[in-house]
């Protein structure tokens, strides 16, 4: 008998994703609600999130929350059912060279990156082993994840922070069928990046850096996404997902 292809159906699934409220937040709801999810969308401006919900249908929700609240996150988890699929996605930059960087610098970027996407995790597992959920966590970091960039020393900290922590959630999380991954992008066209594109020089240097030629697009991260949330990555956690045109190849 043939084997049987593992589905990248979603059905049954509840997802959430955090900083979905545009580009690539937005692409992974859009993703996971087409493959049959049951999507909640979260972010701090309830207008674009219930926008967006709306936009998407099939059942996807909209639920305003700031991440770097830590109790409103703990308050958030305790009073819905697990979830089964978490795009841990909320993130910030503030690229300058290293002594520019300011101490507010440091904590706006590893408090956001950092430090709430792990309580954000942390509350969404708490719920998944206390009702026997197994499922999927999928963290965006970035190929900055896994090389050097100038004016990123504080970007490259968190995101090298959350691809180690990354690795040890999915150990501790095993036993208990939680599987945890990240996706690493090189540049993404999305609202916040696509000004740094008005600048010819950045923009060159970036393009002779990917080596497919090309700035990516959120489409270029959502079949991964999908990916990593179904039956099709069963056998997935701790690693990364890098897609970055052949960037961190060289």
């Not at 956001?112 to 954000?120: D, M, R, T, Y």
């Not at 719920?127 to 050097?148: D, K, Y």
Request: hydrophobic share 45%; aromatic share 8%.
């Amino acid at each position: 008998m043939l084997p049987k292809t593992p589905s990248f159906r979603l059905e049954d699934k509840r997802a959430l994703v955090t900083g979905a409220g545009r580009g690539i937040g937005l692409a992974a709801a859009a993703a996971l609600a087409e493959a049959g999810a049951e999507v909640t969308l979260v972010a701090r401006s309830a207008d674009e999130i219930e926008a967006a919900a709306a936009e998407i249908g099939q059942g996807a929700s909209a639920a305003t929350l700031d991440v770097s609240d830590l109790a409103a996150v703990q308050a958030f988890f305790e009073t819905r059912p697990a979830y089964h699929i978490l795009v841990n996605n909320a993130g910030t930059n503030r690229p300058k060279p290293m002594w520019e960087a300011s101490e507010e610098d440091y904590d706006a970027v590893m408090d956001l990156n950092v430090k709430s996407a792990f309580f954000v995790a942390q509350g969404c597992v708490k719920q998944m082993i206390a009702e026997g959920v197994q499922g999927s966590l999928i963290h965006m970091t970035s190929q900055m994840g896994h090389v050097g960039g100038p004016n990123r020393s504080l970007y490259c900290g968190s995101k090298w922070a959350l691809e180690g922590m990354n690795k040890a959630f999915a150990l501790d999380l095993a036993p208990y069928g939680i599987r945890s991954n990240t996706i690493a992008p090189t540049f993404i066209e999305t609202p916040l990046t696509k000004p740094f594109f008005e600048d010819e020089a950045f923009k060159t240097n970036v393009l002779a850096k990917i080596k497919l030629g090309r700035i990516g697009k959120v489409e270029d991260l959502m079949g991964a996404i999908l990916f990593l949330a179904s039956d099709a990555s069963a056998l997935i956690t701790g690693s990364s997902l890098v897609i970055d045109g052949g960037w961190t190849a060289d």
